[in-house]
């Protein structure tokens, strides 16, 4: 049982450059979160999902777009990034907003 | 911004000594939960709390909800050095799938 993978686990950027982060999960949950964490700021929300084909802007939306084609999979995109977004990247899912599960994080630079 | 807030950032504790985190909100919260992150990891559910004035244990750790549902608190006894990482409330208001992350306390054991 997998659980929540990310991918990839690494990534350096250039600024300016786009990409795209994957987040898969095989519980069967409704509910996906996207959080970046930054020192001393814990887990902000950038983008959430109830549902498949279902978005939503959290606390920090900005400069991130995201989708829920299917509902194991929640993509998180940068389409042109900067070094402010810097950080450690996490998904998580749940069953209607109980016991989150977290995957194991996506380590990103932007230079 | 977050809406939840978390005191103290850092804990620094004798090996065997107890300590409190605690855990703030604005707003009502419809329930509480509670997770730990190791140094390098992801963050892990501990434990959630929905009942106005429930106390959980879990071995040396017990939680707590407030009576009004705005505030929590965990308190560690005899700390070991396991107890070291990050301890994140997360809470979520009635009506609202957002689930927000205080800034976490982080906890350093001196053996």
């Known amino acids: 049982n997998a659980g929540v993978t990310q991918t990839p686990k690494f990534r350096v950027l250039k600024t300016g450059q786009s990409m795209t982060l994957l987040c898969a999960q095989d519980?069967?949950?409704?509910?996906m979160y996207w959080y970046r964490q930054d020192p001393g700021m814990g887990l902000r929300l950038i983008h959430y999902s109830v549902g498949e084909g279902t978005t939503a802007k959290g606390e920090v939306p900005d400069g991130y777009n995201v989708s829920r084609l299917k509902k194991q999979n929640f993509l998180l995109g940068l389409e042109s990034a900067a070094p402010s977004q810097t950080s450690v990247y996490f998904c998580?899912?749940?069953?209607?907003?109980?016991?989150?599960?977290f995957g194991q994080g996506t380590r990103l630079t932007v230079v | 911004g977050q809406q939840v807030m978390q005191i103290p950032q850092y804990q620094h504790v004798q090996e065997g000594e107890d300590f409190t985190t605690y855990c703030n909100s604005s707003t009502t919260l419809s329930n509480i939960q509670w997770y730990k992150q190791r140094p390098g990891g992801h963050p892990v559910f501990l434990i959630q709390?929905?009942?106005?004035?429930e106390v959980k244990k879990q071995k040396r750790l017990t939680f707590q909800f407030g009576e009004a549902k705005k505030n929590s608190s965990l308190h560690i006894t005899a700390t070991q050095t396991t107890d070291v990482g990050t301890y994140f409330c997360a809470g979520r208001r009635s009506n609202d799938y957002k689930l927000s992350f205080g800034a976490g306390t982080t906890v350093t054991v001196r053996a």
């Open positions: 519980m069967n949950h409704e509910y």
């Open positions: 709390l929905v009942k106005s004035g």
């Open positions: 998580a899912s749940s069953l209607q907003g109980v016991e989150a599960f």
